[in-house]
């Protein structure tokens, strides 16, 4: 398709930008911008994004916009990465404050406890360096670095450490180089693919032209691919990685209307070259799936074709692989906000995929927290658009992600039976809960991690602690750590909530007998089961047994853990303190006076 | 294409680059006429030009770039 008949996405929003900020309607030029981003971004496009940012907003954030410190370090020139970096951030929502790097200084950046990088306090430090850094004794290279990783691992908030890419020549050494590296990098460091971003870019990730002149590597093109892994690992860091995916029907998941076009009309299946594209669309939203994406339908259309459709042609997607499905004539915001309440996830975990480009327009206008790629005319480019966003990359794959979508349809028969019980109780009682529990483990750490830094919702601290932290949880005697497993008549809900507790410190002589609740938490997926209930009960017999007296619980308020507020008060704690400045709350129960909770699960062994 | 039509066309990439969308550049404009011509922007230039033109330039404008002149040298 020429220019003629398609305009450029992104330079019809960046001219729409223009005239809104004209108009001195900032906001409104930041929205246009900002949608301009959800095509497929080049180089040139960043740079004009960031260019704008700055003259718009005087590089300072936009009102109510989260700012990060944000350091970007290494030998070469990190400068043309920041513009791709600034915009991609806008994109996502945040604004990066970049620290300024003295150029070819960031060892001693690194090592001088007194270097303005320390001073600058990162909450998110990235280091890039390419093959070249190693020069001829690899070896020797790779020593110096592994120092270099255990100092970054303090003080400089999340710390992202990239492998090597590979060159042409030589490529054996720099794999095995990778090996070495990875397997040594201190835990708290998350480890940057460098190798597959550059195998995503293709021949594109090297400019030696732009190495010889600036000292930038790697491309253009490849700093797009770079930045976009860079920032998917830190919303998985963060908790922020996308649960769910919305798709539309007709001309989405198959080509043709099903209301004008017949069952039979329909594109899907080897038949046709459209059908093939559509066939190859829904074996993707599977292996999504299989990953742990909740798949769910929001279409315009009678819900009798719809079902129709998935009944009489023979197409990869089968009606049970969705975990929520609304088939109605309603505005899609509204079914999107109702999607959110019946999977009691939050809309900035949906992405929501359409082929109306009026649809996704007012789905960003609205909904801007949800994501809404913009989708090409041609169906057989949306598997690369969706994968370039990396939406749903996480850092490790558990066996609950995999089981995610068997337990979201348990929960949709639980529901059911809750509609047709008399009472909570009956409903409770009629699930036959039981629940394994016990502490830490190595085999339960990857979940236990997964759980500290997703869960959002029913989360007294939303304390994110490190696979490092918690492997010192495991081993320190004044630490205290729990684990529960819930399974029902409908199935096995998997590894679903934890509690840590450490004990304060004694005196020379005494052990203390005050301990505090350092985090607590529930996955959202079993709220109203009562496990907290039960959970409470093993924290109290298990401190008991330690001879505690005291127990102290504290309440870190944020903007999604609101429905925890009165956990503590309900179990009976008083509240000792409220910090004006964070309204972080901190409560106190008497161990004599704790109560044993009510609930309907039965326990059995440790897990 | 005239050299005042390749000149609209580089002023255009500046606008974009620079986010000065009122700028207007003669074959004359230079480093020293735009506070925001700096080393980053200098190569944002020129990656814009080559884009725009189908072009390669030479890693010596990559680096130097100093006026529009230099660059309508560059252009078929």
Known sequence: MNEATQPDYFASALARARTRRAANDIPGALRELRSGLDGKVDYLNAVAVASFLKNTTQNNPPAGWPAVHVALIGPDSVELLKPVFRALAFRDGWWPIFYDAPYGAW??????PNSGLRAFKPEATFILRSWRAAGADAEIYLRDELSLATHASQGLGMVFWPGFDLPRENTKTFVTLNEHLRADLPPDITWVDLAEAQSLAGEDWDDERLWQAVKQHPSAAGSIVLVELWLALLRARQGRVRKVLVTDLDD???GGTVGEDGVDGLHIGKNTPDGESRTAFQDYLISLKNRGVLLTVCSKNNDADALEVFKRRNMPLKRDDFAAWIVNW??????LRSLAKS???????????????????????????????ELSSHPSEWIATLRNRRFFDTLTLTKE????????????????MAASSTSLEDFLRGLDMVCEHGPFTPDNFARVEQLLSRTNQWNLTTRRHTRAQLDAFRTNPNVLTHVFHLRDRFGDNGLVGLWIATQRPGSANTASTDWEIDSFLMSCRVIGRGLEQFMFNTLVETLRKRGAKHLFGTYIPTAKNTQVAGFFPKLGFQTTSEKAEDKTQTFLLTMVAAKSQHHYISQTAAC | MTREEKITRLQD????VLDRPELRITENFSVADCPEWDSVATVQIVLAVEAAFNIRAPTEVVANLRSVRQLLELLP
């Open chain 1, 107 to 112: 060892a001693q950046d690194i090592l001088d």
């Open chain 1, 252 to 254: 989405t998941l198959w």
């Open chain 1, 330 to 335: 309603n505005d899609k915001t509204e079914n």
């Open chain 1, 343 to 373: 999977l009691n996830v939050s809309l900035d975990a949906f992405v929501f995929v359409d082929n109306d480009p009026a649809e996704r327009a007012r789905v960003r206008e609205t909904l801007p927290e949800v994501a809404v790629p």
């Open chain 1, 401 to 416: 992600d995999a089981n995610r979508h068997a337990a979201y349809q348990a929960n949709q028969q639980r529901a059911a």
């Open chain 2, 13 to 16: 990439i500046f606008r974009d």
